[in-house]
């Protein structure tokens, strides 16, 4: 971010207005209208307004958690779910956090995927002294493919078990960078392994709502009242265009929760009663009347456009191998060198951004990462850079 940052593009001698950033982990489609009305409803009537100057609980508005209980019933039907399995927090950044305080001594073992998101490794390093964390290799750099090989990855994993004895495991899925889902067959024996190995697994739905597959993974329904060891972590940012609207949430056995509200409670304190609240009043209505349904699915297809738009572009335009988005925003391109090298490289003789790849593992230390979430509603856009990426390749 701070490589994009305009300043930074200015000092580069290049036009910012005319970058394009394939650079940002975020979202661009439209928040649903109903959910900016119930903002308005609220700054309308003095009453709520005041109401909502106040402390929410610690684990956030009982008809935030009710919604979110009865959306996913709605969309997952997860198993045996209640109010003591959910906790909201002011972002799933500072709940990740706060998980990692409450379930980590000094001196513990986490296991991340390899790759895996950038900010697990600092916000580890910061919570506790000591933590040592160790990957656990997903990609296989001779086929460029995902966890496809399950059974080198369960022995990797019980290697792993066996000689750090981890207090956790933490992954993605739908996966930040590289697009990808853990097949369900996987995801079932990692939940048996880690289970008798007495280790949590943490896993981070963010991209929950926006999988491409054709049929529901069973991963999303999997129930910590089924593995009481399973964490899930969720963010308002991305299915809803939340980002600046900081909201998040937690479900997992009601030990965890409560150990979270304590750490909570020394922290953030609660989250933000007007996101709160305005969130529980759209879900409680959008459930009702089917909108919820249609937004999600409307902004689902913008999201699977542009992941085809963006393989095909990388087919067309540069010929790298890549994995084509399975869900989420993002892809991973072998651009077949220093993978840092090649971003400024590229971004200094094309008003080009991507973020390198070294930076989410060792594995993608020869590779970029593409996001094409902040250009799903600009696809001409999107492919323009891949064009001035290929005639700078060519040139």
Known sequence: MKLADRKNIVDMGLDPDDLVSYAGGWVAHRAPEALRAEYEAIAGDPDVFHSLGGYAPTRGLPGLREALLATDAEFYGTRGLT???????????????????????????????????????????????????????????????????????IADLERI??????????????????????????????????????CFVAVDQAYRMQHFLDEEPRQLSASPVDHPHLIRLHSNSKWCRGLG?????????????????????????????????ALAEYLRKALADGSLRSYLADAKAEYQA??????????????????????????????????????????????????????????????????????????????????????????
């Open 83 to 153: 109010d003591d399995h959910i906790i909201v927090g002011a972002s799933s950044t500072q709940l990740t956090y706060s998980l990692f305080v409450a379930l980590l001594d000094p001196g513990d073992s986490v296991v991340v995927f390899d790759p895996a998101y950038a900010n697990y490794s600092p916000q580890l390093a910061l919570c506790q002294e000591d933590i040592q964390t160790v990957h656990l290799s997903v990609i296989d750099p001779a086929t460029w493919s995902f966890c496809q090989d399950a059974d080198r990855v």
């Open 161 to 198: 078990l066996e000689e750090h004895t981890p207090r956790l495991l933490l992954f993605s899925s739908p996966d930040n960078p590289t697009g990808q889902m853990v097949p369900d067959d996987l995801f079932d024996r990692i939940l048996d392994v880690t289970r008798d190995a007495g």
């Open 245 to 277: 609207r900081r909201l998040g949430w937690i479900e997992a056995a009601p030990e965890i929760v409560n150990a979270l509200e304590i750490v909570q409670q020394a922290t953030s304190l609660c989250g933000d009663t007007v996101h709160q609240h």
């Open 306 to 395: 542009a992941a085809q738009r963006t393989s095909s572009c990388i087919e067309k335009y540069l010929g790298l191998r890549h994995m084509p988005p399975q869900g989420g925003l993002y892809t991973v391109v072998d651009v077949e060198r220093d993978g840092d090298e090649f971003v400024l490289d590229v971004l200094r003789n094309t008003g080009v951004i991507f973020v390198p790849g070294s930076g989410f593992g060792p594995s993608l230390n020869n590779a970029i990462r593409v996001s094409y979430g902040p250009l799903v509603q600009d696809l001409d856009r999107l492919e323009e850079g891949f064009r001035r990426v290929r005639d700078y390749l060519n040139g």
